[in-house]
């Protein structure tokens, strides 16, 4: 049971556009969500992170949005970069315990 | 941010031998140090959770007695594979979390690739 789901696979975006990365959840008591990037044969480099009682939360060019209704959140990256291509992981725990449950991931190509 | 080291990075082993993964948090003390196994294009999947001086928790499916982990101090754990065969094959990620420093951010290692021959 794929308790956090990426559903698109891959994802290409032209250099300086925004690129859109979305992530479903199914376990409403996951309670904080984390965006990673990852590159081949490293470990994920965390990117930006959201509490459940928060909707949006902002640093630099990376903006999450959380929509707890829909269990639903997103990465926004604008303006996308071709150094921002890499394997894009969400990811959600419940509590203050460090358990992340990751979801399949999306491949981001930034084409200049 | 905080440093996590693994090594070795990438190991090639004959089926039937064991194999010792080391995973270190360089500056801060980790009360939790999670293991991962990653497939190519699949997810990280955790396969065990460890606390410093208990015994592992093991994920769903997870063999406890072929994938030994052992959580002696505060800033290193090891993931053993014992009697490793060719389906053991894949990339093994480790986290290290203390809730004294961040919320709920783990930092993980750079990753182990094993190739079991």
């Known amino acids: 049971d794929q308790q956090v789901k990426q559903n698109s696979p891959s994802l290409s975006v032209q250099e300086g556009r925004i690129s859109i990365l979305n992530c479903d959840y199914t376990n409403s008591m996951f309670d904080y969500f984390l965006w990673y990037k990852k590159y081949p044969a490293e470990g994920p480099t965390f990117l930006i992170s959201?509490?459940?009682?928060?909707d949006k939360n902002e640093d630099g060019r990376f903006t999450v949005f959380l929509n707890k209704s829909a269990k639903h959140l997103s990465l926004h990256i604008v303006p996308s970069q071709p150094g921002d291509s890499a394997v894009y992981f969400c990811a959600a725990t419940e509590g203050q315990g460090g358990k992340l449950i990751f979801g399949q991931g999306t491949e981001l190509s930034v084409k200049p | 941010g905080a440093v996590v080291s693994q090594h070795p990075s990438r190991v090639i082993c004959k089926s039937g031998t064991s194999v010792k993964i080391e995973c270190r948090s360089l500056?801060?003390?980790?009360?939790?140090m999670f293991w991962y196994r990653q497939f190519p294009k699949q997810s990280l999947m955790l396969m065990a959770t460890?606390?410093?001086?208990?015994?592992?928790?093991?994920e769903q499916g997870v063999e406890k007695d072929k994938f030994l982990i052992n959580h002696a101090s505060l800033t290193l754990s090891t993931l053993t594979v014992t009697s490793a065969h060719p389906e053991d094959s894949s990339f093994y990620i480790c986290?290290?979390?203390?809730?004294?420093?961040?919320?709920?951010?783990?930092?993980f290692g750079q990753g182990t690739r094993l190739t079991v021959v």
């Open positions: 460890s606390n410093e001086g208990s015994k592992a928790t093991y």
């Open positions: 500056d801060f003390q980790a009360t939790t």
């Open positions: 986290s290290a979390y203390s809730p004294n420093r961040w919320n709920t951010e783990a930092f």
């Open positions: 959201i509490s459940s009682i928060k």
